[in-house]
């Protein structure tokens, strides 16, 4: 049968990632494609201890407020308080169904089809496909060792352009691996209240600073941002918890929105969130052992990286987060690489993949965090095998 | 802070029910205007069961595929080919977060703003909102004691109207109670045909028919029909689990849409899913029990109305789903009459919430499954005397 799709959802570029994921989901092929945690990471029998405790209560498995179970909104608040420095009330928090639920609803709230947006070069991949479903202008600001090249956005909007919204990771960018630091951030922020838009301060990673003090949020310098937050990296992907904090015209827009996208979350794994957020000593500790797991594993891989490719790569040297980012200095096209590494039994993303515009065709972007030293050791090794 | 938010947003209509529920939330009101199923009829300890069940594998709490975990699509796919009566795979079913964000997604992937849909009238206030938020133009056909006028939307194809879909509750109607027969089943598919429109078949009251003979679902009539199924209302809302099943090309868009969306649901609910569907002896004597419990409170409802209102109201006779639609006779106008009910405390919800343009002033929707039968006498003679 024809089925014809809307022209918005043409607009919409495929994920070469998810392609990539399906490809390097054999059993045999060490994938650093995924951006996934670590499973023996994630606290399966703290979060059974906390399902077991929330389905002695009815609410647990009745429909929940569209913005949120309280207990998880009220947890979610305090943290934010304390991040940005500055009281974050309960009512000032939408909790989504993980952070992509956050970024989708965003722009659906504020964007028109044509309304320009700026992302970062390379992208979130993620933030683009939703920016073009939405139908927006997509315009791309370099990023560099140092974050977002807040110098050229200042440059295009001093030419004429005017975003509705900027989309930053800011803190251990996905996929470029680095931090904007104090002087790029309260940049960005003067300009958002220069020109009028909206920083979409997309912070996945944040807690997961090896040196256990997250960066300061943009938030902190200012109010026009909205961050993005999610449970998925620190706790669990699987309770689909993320949550978005701004202005209060845009949360109210949100929480209308997901009432008619998904009417409301699971009160269920909103409830386990709540209590493994809640309890402090607890959640101090997981963050301090994921920390300095991950520490241990980008120290790995890029040992590796140094012992095995160090003489035609260049590469990110990570403090947090769960990416290292290569280039290649030989010219290696890593798009062709693929299918040869994989041939090998690893897996990778190629630099292209994240490019808003063509680019970054020797680089690659691989993930620390899903393996153990050794394999990650054996994992390079094999992406060296591949390159002779 | 100023934030200008998109004009689709505008669009939407606000949700009267939503704004209804946060009223009628108070302790002491009975409400019977939320669509909630009783609190005692989940099964929260066989829920239990499954989840700690689920968390002894540590795919439970990672990321999963974004058309849902393989064991649910293929319990689904099982009850939809046995439903249905042909063969339905896995690979034909996207599993989502609730059947709401399947309408979302199917909405998103088929229209451009300004498409023609047809719209059942009283309406399904989440389908409206969907098709609102997409930019649709919405035309409504009427409803009556059998369904879906479908003389009424033959007109109207054949006066020009060119829909890209017909969305329809054709099982125990919400708000209206009512069921399409088979006739008008055989006959919209027919058009579906003709016409080249999709059926958009929402059903999540099937399985809640009172006699135990689901019925036969449109899609049994014809391929351009896309089904939603639900978890929420035979299991329990907060696993946020629902489905389709249709075309695979807009399976497939939906599936990509999702990616964007949400990434993926949560394996850790689905997981639990999968085993309770699974389990049929279980499933059986569960929905056997749902059955029996809501036909005695539609019992109890209905005689309370009669007993209590009879001379002043008509209202439909309930062989299923979860609502009884009440005309006043007498002319009442249920928007002035839900203020002083609230205070009498008992909540309902006026029809005017479900017109599409105006009407059904005198009307009124009932939930019967959220209280046991002495609570719905109790709530109709609050109602009566609220209209004294």
């Given amino acids: 049968m024809t089925v014809t799709l809307s022209r918005r959802l043409a607009a919409v570029r495929g994920s070469a990632i ?22 023996d990471a994630l606290p399966r029998e703290r979060i059974a201890e906390a399902a077991a405790r929330a389905l002695t209560a009815p609410a647990a498995v009745q429909y929940s407020e569209t913005a949120g179970v309280a207990g998880l909104r009220e947890v979610v608040a305090a943290h934010e308080s304390a991040r940005i420095g500055r009281p974050v ?15 989708d609803l965003v722009a659906r709230a504020l964007l028109d089809p044509g309304d320009p947006v700026v992302v970062e070069d390379p992208v979130y991949v993620g933030a683009l496909q939703v920016l073009q479903a939405a139908g927006a202008e997509v315009h791309a600001v370099p990023v560099d060792e140092g974050g977002l090249r807040i110098d ?26 680095v931090t904007s630091g104090p002087e790029r951030r309260r940049a960005l922020v003067a300009l958002a209240e220069r020109y009028g838009f909206l920083v979409v301060e997309d912070d996945p990673y944040g807690l997961l600073a090896f040196d256990g003090a997250p960066p300061v949020p943009v938030a902190a310098y200012g109010d026009r941002v909205v961050r993005l937050g999610s449970a998925s990296k620190v706790l669990a992907p699987a309770l689909r918890v993320g949550w978005l904090v701004g202005p209060a015209p845009l949360t109210a827009a949100v929480e209308r929105l997901k009432q008619s996208t998904d009417l409301c979350g699971s009160s269920l794994t909103q409830t386990i969130t709540a209590e493994l957020l809640a309890d402090e000593p607890w959640f ?3 963050l301090a052992g994921l920390r300095t797991a991950n520490a241990r594993r980008a120290a790995a891989l890029t040992a590796a990286l140094d012992t095995e490719l160090g003489h035609r790569i260049t590469r990110s040297t990570p403090t947090g987060g769960m990416f290292v980012w290569v280039d290649f200095t030989d010219g290696t096209d890593t798009t062709v690489l693929l299918p040869r590494a994989v041939e090998r039994g690893v897996g990778f993303v190629p630099g292209s993949a994240f490019a808003t515009d063509g680019g970054f065709a020797s680089s690659a972007r691989l993930c620390f965090a899903t393996y153990p030293p050794a394999k990650l050791h054996e994992a390079v090794r094999r992406l060296a095998r591949a390159l002779t």
């Fill in 18 to 39: 998810r392609d990539l994921l399906t490809l390097t989901a054999r059993p045999d092929v060490l994938s650093l494609a995924g951006g996934l945690p670590a499973s």
């Fill in 284 to 286: 101090t500790a997981h």
């Fill in 89 to 103: 009330g309960p009512a000032d928090v939408v909790v989504t169904s993980g952070s992509q639920q956050a970024l």
């Fill in 152 to 177: 050229l956005l200042a440059e295009r909007l001093a030419a004429g352009l005017r975003p509705r919204l900027v989309h930053t990771v800011a803190s251990f960018h996905n996929p470029r691996g």
